[in-house]
């Protein structure tokens, strides 16, 4: 099994400023046929489900404001909240879906500071 | 209204059993893979278990397998899970999940919560 590990387990931020979240996995997800890491980024705000926000590693999701952002490759994931907002306040999840089972990381908790 | 409702949820005793149902409308159901996936309280994701469009395979999680039963009937467009021999761990909100393309999830409904008393 793919294991996902993130860091770090929770920041406090200040309004407008950057939040950057780390993901690793511990086999690479990046598909050599396509060059297509398999990756996906969720928001989970208290109370409801996730919300997919990235995959592929960087492709937003329709909807989704361009203050999020994703990058990396193979093995080492990064997702950053640009100008952060309040309503940014949620536990953010990575995914992969390179083999199965699929794999969550155990999660990051973003506050406001 | 493209939406994903989970029922079915409850307090059932360990190893006993208990089915959820997940409603899917506003897509066509029959074109898509899905998956269930579980949240213990205050606790991570993990996902469960998922049938594919193409030709029905069917997928589990070790932590699962042999106990619990995915199906999907196209004509009522609902997911099922079928949970037999239940056990404390297996208590969690489980939120029945829509994939976007490569398995990964583009629609989840609100959960259905599961406890097992033990």
């Known amino acids: 099994d793919i294991v996902m590990t993130q860091s770090p387990d929770s920041l406090a931020v200040s309004l407008g400023e950057r939040a950057t979240i780390n993901c690793k996995s511990s086999?690479?997800?990046?598909?050599?046929?396509?060059?297509?890491?398999?990756l996906a980024w969720y928001q989970q705000k208290p109370g409801q489900p996730p919300q997919l926000l990235l995959y592929?590693?960087?492709t937003r999701e329709s909807g989704v404001p361009d203050r999020f952002s994703g990058s990396g490759s193979g093995t080492d994931f990064t997702l950053t909240i640009s100008n952060l907002q309040a309503d940014d306040v949620a536990v953010y999840y990575c995914?992969?879906?390179?083999?199965?089972?699929?794999?969550f990381g155990p999660g990051t908790k973003v506050e406001i500071k | 209204e493209v939406q994903l409702v989970e029922s079915g949820g409850g307090l059932v005793q360990a190893g006993g059993s208990l089915r959820l149902s997940c409603a899917a409308s506003?897509?066509?159901?029959?074109?898509?893979?899905m998956s269930w996936v579980r949240q213990a309280p205050g606790k991570g994701l993990e996902w469960v278990s998922a049938?594919?469009?193409?030709?029905?395979?069917?997928y589990y999680a070790d932590s699962v397998k042999g106990r619990f039963t995915i199906s999907r009937d196209t004509s009522k467009k609902t997911l099922y899970l079928q949970m037999n021999s239940l056990r404390a761990e297996d208590s969690a909100v489980y939120y029945c999940?829509?994939?976007?393309?490569?398995?990964?999830?583009?629609?989840w409904g609100r959960g259905t919560l599961v406890t097992v008393s033990s």
């Open positions: 999940a829509k994939d976007g393309g490569n398995w990964y999830f583009d629609l």
């Open positions: 506003g897509f066509t159901f029959s074109s898509y893979a």
């Open positions: 049938v594919i469009n193409s030709d029905d395979s069917t």
């Open positions: 086999q690479s997800v990046l598909y050599s046929s396509n060059n297509k890491n398999y």
């Open positions: 592929w590693a960087s």
């Open positions: 995914q992969q879906y390179y083999s199965t089972p699929i794999t």
